[in-house]
């Protein structure tokens, strides 16, 4: 239900052109954390150019814009499986002068609205950001149900061990999120 001051967001389809600055935006977004953590991005920008190029061109692979009164504050990266329904939110960010306005939560409901028929939805985010596992289990229903590390590893983590595959910030650490929509018929 929508709440007096949940901000409405629109999600549009990006188009192929759009991309480039898509992720450049992302990759501004996802720096804050990395910075405010480490102090800096010197291993180049997080996600990777790679990493951002694999979730464009994965299967079922939908790319969004979010957008507030027609200004583009965000995007959504979601892979929509069709035939189990278990999809998969890969990218999200709100643009950084737009946080903490409710915008987030917003897209997120859009995006589930847009889906319907999902069963579970399920995302990853590096340990080290609270505010998207706050994000992720107190606003959005989500569920810790994995922590990916150097004892348990992301089995999607290092594809084909290419040179520009390497961990985030050479840390393998990630909560896996789950949030289960409706039962199996």
Known sequence: MKTKNEPKVILELAKESDLPEFQKKLQEAFAIAVIETF????????????????????????VYHIL??????????????SQTNHNSLDLFYVSPEYHSQGIGLSAWKAIEAQYPDTV??????????????????????????????????????HRNGRED??????????????KIMKKKD
């Open 39 to 62: 102090g800096d991005c010197e291993d180049g920008p997080i996600p990777s150019d790679n990493d951002v190029q694999e979730s464009f061109n994965a299967p079922g692979a939908v």
């Open 120 to 157: 579970l939805w399920e995302t990853v985010t590096p340990y080290f950001e609270k505010r998207n596992i706050n994000f992720y289990v107190n606003k959005c229903g989500f569920h810790i149900v994995e922590f990916y590390n150097e004892h348990h590893s992301n089995p999607h983590m």
């Open 68 to 81: 507030q009164d027609g200004k583009n504050v965000g995007g959504a990266v979601v892979r929509i499986n």
């Open 165 to 178: 595959d390497k961990p985030l910030l050479n840390d393998d650490d990630f909560f896996r999120f789950v």
